[in-house]
């Protein structure tokens, strides 16, 4: 008899999925990632496609509020050499206009930026945590 050639082995790679426990486990609660929902929690700790996405969507919207904040303060602090070099005289001006023109606007910029990088992060734990 001829003998014939095993059988290839073929592997599957993708990302890991968990089988659903017995239906009494899901009714009593211990398996809550088993109802046909994943949270996003878990998405993120497994590192899974959408996990991902919910990581870059904070970065994302992160890096739009720290770009948002550098275009105003360029916008303020940018002109300010162009302001000085027309009126050369104006030495006591320049100084007013640095020491203290500039710094309320700081301040109230670097107070905006605080307050909306922590709503983006309430946001997103709001997100995670399913609340």
């Known amino acids: 008899m001829p003998q014939e050639p095993a059988e290839r082995r073929v592997v599957v790679t993708g990302?890991?999925?968990?089988a659903l426990p017995h239906a009494r486990h899901r009714?009593?609660?211990?398996?809550?990632?088993?109802?046909?929902?994943?949270?996003?929690?878990?998405?993120i700790d497994e590192q899974t496609t959408l996990g991902h996405t919910y990581v870059r969507s904070l970065m994302r919207i992160q890096l739009r509020t720290g770009l948002t904040v550098f275009a105003?303060?360029?916008?303020?602090?940018?002109?300010l050499p162009l302001v000085f070099a027309a009126a050369p005289d104006a030495r006591r001006l320049e100084w007013a206009v640095l020491g203290f023109g500039?710094?309320?606007?700081?301040?109230?910029?670097a107070r905006w930026y605080v307050r909306r990088a922590e709503r983006n992060e309430r946001d997103f734990v709001r997100l995670v945590e399913d609340r």
């Open 15 to 18: 990302p890991p999925r968990r």
């Open 102 to 109: 500039l710094y309320p606007p700081l301040v109230l910029l």
């Open 72 to 79: 105003v303060l360029a916008l303020l602090v940018g002109p």
């Open 27 to 43: 009714s009593r609660g211990r398996y809550p990632h088993t109802s046909g929902y994943y949270r996003p929690r878990t998405e």
